[in-house]
T-cell receptor, first 111, second 114 residues
Framework: KQEVTQIPAALSVPEGENLVLNCSFT??????LQWFRQDPGKGLTSLLL?????REQTSGRLNASLDKSSGRSTLYIAASQPGDSATYLCAVLYNDYKLSFGAGTTVTVRA | ETGVTQTPRHLVMGMTNKKSLKCEQHLGHNAMYWYKQSAKKPLELMFV???????ENNSVPSRFSPECPNSSHLFLHLHTLQPEDSALYLC?????????????FGNGTRLTVT
């Protein structure tokens, strides 16, 4: 089964601290991996998409890495702000074009 | 205006009601999707449409009935629902189905079944 796991389920940090969010997947035959942000009661907003041939992607304060061999991706958010409080979801698209989502990590950044 | 619009945003219905969820995408995409999001669980794919034809139905109970009249509109017709069907229902679209193109999501419909 192509499972995606995100640990921890919730995270609380003080403002200014760097955030490290983890995503692990069981099958290394992936096509791409996408990180999403979800605000309460809202849909998903795409943050970063990493193709299987890439090791990382960066956008502003966000950096996502991908290690297919170990089945892991990490999302780094530098110098966190209260506005970064949200749930972050990882989605893995496998080579058979099946998309699997993790359950998400809910982040709270305390002012 | 977001690329994918869902209505209504909130819906409360009894188990004997019939209601419909609507999704409209303004991105010129050819594939549309319905997902169910329950608390603390991963998103579950329900239905996939590509060029208005259903290409996937993930063992969804028949009380959920999708309809895709054209490539811009997607409906989810609901009848005789159960309380465990209460969830956030998300619509998404992509350029094509099965080519790895990224999904674009609507804001969802929060459904409560009483």
């Amino acid at each position: 089964k192509q499972e995606v796991t995100q640990i921890p389920a919730a995270l609380s940090v003080p403002e200014g601290e760097n955030l490290v969010l983890n995503c692990s997947f069981t099958d290394s035959a992936i096509y791409n991996l996408q990180w999403f942000r979800q605000d309460p009661g809202k849909g998903l907003t795409s943050l970063l998409l990493i193709q299987s041939s890439q090791r990382e992607q960066t956008s502003g304060r966000l950096n996502a890495s991908l290690d297919k061999s170990s089945g892991r991706s990490t999302l780094y958010i530098a110098a966190s702000q209260p506005g970064d409080s949200a749930t972050y979801l990882c989605a893995v698209l496998y080579n058979d074009y099946k998309l699997s989502f993790g359950a998400g990590t809910t982040v709270t950044v305390r002012a | 205006e977001t690329g994918v619009t869902q209505t209504p945003r909130h819906l409360v219905m009894g188990m004997t009601n019939k209601k419909s969820l609507k999704c409209e995408q303004h991105l010129g995409h050819n594939a549309m999707y319905w997902y169910k999001q329950s608390a603390k669980k991963p998103l579950e794919l329900m239905f996939v449409y590509s060029l208005e034809e259903r290409v996937e139905n993930n063992s969804v109970p028949s009380r959920f009935s999708p309809e895709c009249p054209n490539s811009s509109h997607l409906f989810l017709h609901l009848h005789t629902l159960q309380p465990e069907d209460s969830a956030l229902y998300l619509c998404a679209s992509s350029q094509a189905e099965g080519d790895g193109s990224p999904l674009h999501f609507g804001n969802g419909t929060r459904l409560t079944v009483t």
